[in-house]
Every structure is written in structure tokens, then in C-alpha cells.
């Protein structure tokens, strides 16, 4: 391996996407003693949590420079939207971040119920709450299951997914799918509420608080994880700033950013709970963020299963929302809408809007552009991955290679979420 | 800070208008960097949250390239809308927000509009040889065509 990047592929392509580029500093250096590596941390891999690829170059297991490569997921999910109708583009949410899927429902539907100017009663305001909440918790589970497992703690992989089962079960009973459940529609929720949904929930809940608490311990108590995830992957908070950086990433740095507060939208505002603050800034100070997200988000549910409003589930806008099924089957006036609903789609006065959430991953924004007509002109997703994963290379240079196994599980990114 | 922006650089903003979640400022192409700067500087911008573009073909100009911007200390966001012709390039703000590299990756690889001064500008969703722009108008949702395989 002197001095020419060689990569393992079966596609001549791939060799010459890493030749290429400029940028990259030359492996050897000028007085020839000492020679860099390449390693590929393919597409495929278990730790890249996605198709990511890393061309890192090495110097023993130092890295010296680190560049991703994303891509690999695009599926054309924004072009997408330009053919579809406005309330068919809401299962299309659903999968750009996989692990989060409500509150990407959630996004986009109040970005499309402002430019129409709907107004969505509080029932349905707080029932989107508790489950963006809950898939706030999913979400946490599933990359403290990942990352633990990453760096080598075997078990606390199944108990988080044991316990995301359970917050499955939940999403299953409301819209009867555990992942892409699209439940958060325009104008309100997908389905009612099903009978029985607050003893199941509040168990459920129960049960969370005891298990994060557990989790917390079970790590926090290992001097290897410890010693794996303390003074590692720090960058300096103006920079991470600069880069874009959002979510547990950034408070795990001190910085209070949550648009949950800064912008509070669906009655946000009428809940009580605080946004975790940490100033270590690395890879424990951000699993410690999360952990009290967890404990955060349960207090948001308790106080949802304690003080849900009564009344209807969704908008009063039968120009937006199909009518109920019965009343479709007997009424003239109701048959006349669902026709002209589901044939031609609802047109949504020309505008544009910039929506502003909290996904777990961090600010999560739709700008979606509307020019009148029943299908999007423009629906652009800001994804926290994408802008959190452009920081890799500057995080990474200096690392050791098993930190940066630690960095990028600590960086939560999903790829459906980077590449759309 | 409207007024004082336009006092310091007139002429760079065409337009002004509010849309439904706050201002959104219309800026002449060549202004882009000036006015990023002096938002960025001055005005106590610290943060892009994103940069994208809009296709509006057939009308001239065809892309619009708009620029988010969000001030932590203000909690204020505004909205850079500036509108390019197919072909005509516009200055990077990467020196400014290193953020911003990968978002004008996207919008040159998904639109084609170039950004000049871009420490990499080379396709970053699609495969390096790809021909073409997927986001524009004239692109056809289902690609040019249905098998990729190499013949």
C-alpha cells in the first residue's frame, strides 16, 4: 500500500470516487518513515449504523482525517412529494427517519395545516404530544441499545428493545402498525383514539420510568463504559455551532437548544418539563442527555394520560378531511367531499412554510412549498442526521478508531434521515 | 434589522416580505455572501439551520436557492431567498458556516446551480457519475430509466 488509496470494492466505481476526490492529504509522508493507511468503513457495516460510508486515513489506530460518504440510502423521497397529494405524502414521512417516525408526521402535517390555516382542537393536540413523546422514548431506546451494543455491552441491546416492544405494541394498537404508522395526518390524527388506550399507556409508562432508571445504573456503574465514553469526541461549542450541530449533541455541550421551547407548537407550551443540559460536551455527557430525555419525555406522557382533553380527534375542515364512513354511505353532502377528497386532493392556498420540531435526533424542519394546487410544489426536509453527520470529519481527526466506533453511535444519526 | 441591513448594502435586497412563519428577505444574487456576512456578524446569526433550492421552471429565474438562518440569542429565524438563472453561479458561505458545505453539495448535485469558492462541490446524494439533476422540473420522476445495470 504505498502511497495510492486502494479501496476492496467489485465496483470500478467506488475506486474512482475515493481517487478522485480532492482534499484528502497524500498517504505517505514526505520523509517516507512513517505511512498512513486507508480503511474503508464500508457502506455495509454494523457500527455505521446504516449504509454510511467512512474513508478514514490511519496512522496506526490514530485517525488522521476522516471523510463520509452518504448517498447510499437516497431514494428520492423529496422528488417524490412533487407527485403525490398532500395527505398521500404522509406515509412518505414516515420513512425518511425510520426510528422516528411521529414526529416526522407530525413536521410535516403542521407545516401543511399552517399554510392552510387549520385550526386542530386540543385533544388531538395532546394526543400528537404524548406519542411524539413516545416515539421520542422508542428512539432513544433503540440508539441506547445500538451504542451500548457498539462498544460492547451485549445485554442493555435487549433490554431496550424489549422495552421499545412494548411502546410498539402501543403505536400497533392506536394505527395498527408498529413502525410506519402515518397516525399524525393533516387536520388531526389518522384513526380515534381506541377504547382502553390510557391503562395501556399509563402501564407502559410505569414500567419505562422503572427501566430507564435500571439502564442508567447498569451503565453509569461499568468502569468500561465510563472509561470508553468520558473525554472523548469533544469539539469546542462554537464550532459545533458553526457545523450545525442540533439536539442531545449540542446540549450535551451546553448550548439550550430545543425547539420544543424556542418554538413551541401542538400546546408544547402547556406541559411541564425541562430541557438536560450537559457541559462535558463528549460521548458520556450526551448518553447522559438522552438518559434524562427519557425521564423527561415519560414526565411529558404522565402529565398527557393526566390531563387529556376531551372532544373531537380531529379539524373541522370537511374540505381537508375525509368524512366518516357512515355518515359518507348515507349522507349525499358527505359522499360529495370523500369524491372529491380522494379524486382530486385538497388544494392548499399558495405559500410557503419552514416548520420547526424536535426530533429525537435533534431540529428537525419541513419547508414545504405550496403553489395552489392539490399536490406540493416543494417539500424540502431538514433532517438533524444530515446536519449532524457533516461534522463527522472534524470530530473524527485525532481519534483513536474504537472511539470513533463511540462518537458515531453518540452522533444518533439514521440514514434514511441523512440521505431521504 | 431590516432597515440597518439595507442601509449598510443597498441594493441587496429586492424584496421583503413575511410569509406565514416569519420574514423572508429577497436578495439579489451577488449579495448573497455580504449579506450572510452581515447577518452572520453582525446581527447575531450564528447558526444556518439549511440551504436548499426550489425549481420554478418555466419561470425565469428558474431556481430560487433559499437560505435558513436562526439566531440562538434572538430566537429569531429569517428566511434568504435569492433567485438564479440555470447556469449562473453563486458564492459559497462555507467560510462563513462550515454547515453549510454539505447543503451546497445537495443543492448542486439535485439542481445543478454552482457555488463558487466550495472547498468540495461534487455530487453528494447521487453516484459521482451521474448525469443530470434529479430535483429540477424536466427531470422525470422514474429516472431515465428502469435498469441500471451496466449492459
Redesign the interface.
Known amino acids: 500500500m504505498e502511497g495510492k488509496t486502494h479501496v476492496e470494492s467489485l465496483d470500478a466505481r467506488h475506486e474512482l470516487q475515493v481517487a478522485d476526490v480532492s482534499g484528502m492529504p497524500a498517504p505517505a509522508a514526505p520523509d517516507g518513515t512513517t505511512r498512513r493507511m486507508t480503511l474503508n468503513m464500508g457502506p455495509q457495516h454494523p457500527s455505521t449504523h446504516g449504509v454510511l460510508r467512512v474513508v478514514v486515513e490511519l496512522d496506526g489506530e490514530t485517525i488522521q482525517s476522516a471523510r463520509p460518504e452518504i448517498g447510499y440510502l437516497h431514494t428520492g423521497i423529496e422528488k417524490q412529494f412533487e407527485v403525490k397529494k398532500y395527505q398521500q405524502g404522509v406515509p412518505l414521512t414516515d420513512r425518511v427517519d425510520y426510528l422516528a417516525n411521529l414526529n416526522n408526521n407530525l413536521c410535516y402535517s403542521l407545516a401543511v395545516e399552517r399554510l392552510l390555516q387549520l385550526e386542530i382542537p386540543p385533544k388531538a393536540q395532546w394526543m400528537r404530544v404524548m406519542l411524539c413523546e413516545l416515539s421520542r422514548i422508542a428512539s432513544h431506546l433503540i440508539w441506547l441499545g445500538t451504542h451500548a451494543l457498539d462498544i460492547g455491552a451485549m445485554s442493555v441491546y435487549f433490554y431496550c428493545f424489549r422495552e421499545r416492544e412494548e411502546i410498539l405494541k402501543i403505536f400497533e394498537m392506536f394505527s395498527g402498525q408498529r413502525m410506519m404508522t402515518s397516525y399524525i395526518r393533516i387536520g388531526g390524527l389518522a384513526l380515534e383514539p381506541p377504547r382502553g388506550w390510557h391503562k395501556v399507556v399509563s402501564k407502559v409508562v410505569e414500567r419505562l420510568a422503572q427501566g430507564i432508571d435500571e439502564y442508567h445504573n447498569l451503565l453509569t456503574s461499568n468502569p468500561i463504559w465510563v472509561n470508553r465514553t468520558k473525554g472523548v469526541g469533544s469539539l469546542p461549542v462554537d464550532l459545533m455551532l458553526e457545523l450545525g450541530i442540533t439536539g442531545p449533541m449540542i446540549r450535551a455541550a451546553g448550548v439550550k437548544m430545543d425547539s420544543r421551547k424556542d418554538c413551541p407548537h401542538t400546546s408544547y407550551e402547556k406541559f411541564d418539563f425541562e430541557i438536560p443540559i450537559r457541559t462535558a460536551n463528549d460521548v458520556f455527557a450526551r448518553f447522559e442527555v438522552r438518559m434524562e430525555e427519557m425521564r423527561q419525555s415519560v414526565r411529558i406522557v404522565r402529565q398527557a394520560l393526566d390531563g387529556m382533553p376531551s372532544g373531537p380527534w380531529q379539524a373541522d375542515a370537511p374540505h381537508v378531511l375525509l368524512p366518516d364512513r357512515e355518515r359518507m354511505k348515507t349522507q349525499m353532502e358527505s359522499l360529495i367531499y370523500h369524491f372529491k377528497i380522494v379524486t382530486e386532493g385538497f388544494r392548499v392556498p399558495e405559500g410557503s412554510v419552514y416548520q420547526v420540531v424536535e426530533s429525537p435526533r435533534g431540529e428537525l424542519a419541513y419547508y414545504v412549498v405550496s403553489d395552489g394546487t392539490a399536490q406540493p410544489y416543494r417539500v424540502f426536509m431538514r433532517t438533524p442526521s444530515f446536519g449532524n453527520l457533516q461534522s463527522l470529519g472534524t470530530m473524527l481527526e485525532g481519534v483513536l478508531i474504537a472511539d470513533s466506533i463511540a462518537v458515531m453511535g453518540s452522533m444518533d444519526f439514521v440514514l434514511g434521515d441523512v440521505d431521504r | 434589522m431590516v432597515v440597518a441591513l439595507d442601509e449598510q448594502l443597498p441594493s441587496a435586497i429586492v424584496d421583503a416580505s413575511i410569509?406565514?412563519?416569519?420574514l423572508?428577505l429577497h436578495i439579489a444574487p451577488k449579495y448573497v455572501e455580504p449579506v450572510c456576512r452581515y447577518l452572520k456578524q453582525q446581527a447575531g446569526f450564528?447558526?444556518?439551520?439549511?440551504i436548499?433550492g426550489?425549481?420554478w421552471w418555466p419561470r425565469e429565474p428558474r431556481f430560487e436557492v433559499?437560505y435558513?438562518l436562526h439566531s440562538?440569542r434572538l430566537?429569531t429565524?429569517v428566511?434568504l431567498s435569492v433567485r438564479v438563472r440555470e447556469g449562473d453561479p453563486l458564492e459559497s458561505i462555507c467560510h462563513l458556516?462550515?454547515?453549510?458545505?454539505?447543503y451546497e453539495r445537495e443543492v448542486f448535485d439535485?439542481f445543478g446551480v454552482e457555488f463558487r469558492n466550495h472547498?468540495?462541490l461534487?455530487?453528494?446524494?447521487?453516484?459521482?457519475?451521474w448525469e443530470g439533476h434529479?430535483?429540477r422540473k424536466d427531470?422525470p420522476?422514474h429516472g431515465h430509466k428502469y435498469s441500471y445495470q451496466e449492459e
Open positions: 410569509a406565514v412563519d416569519g423572508i450564528e447558526r444556518i439551520s439549511a436548499t426550489v425549481d433559499v435558513f440562538l430566537n429565524r428566511r458556516w462550515r454547515g453549510a458545505n454539505w439535485l472547498p468540495n461534487e455530487r453528494i446524494l447521487m453516484p459521482s457519475d434529479p430535483l427531470y420522476i
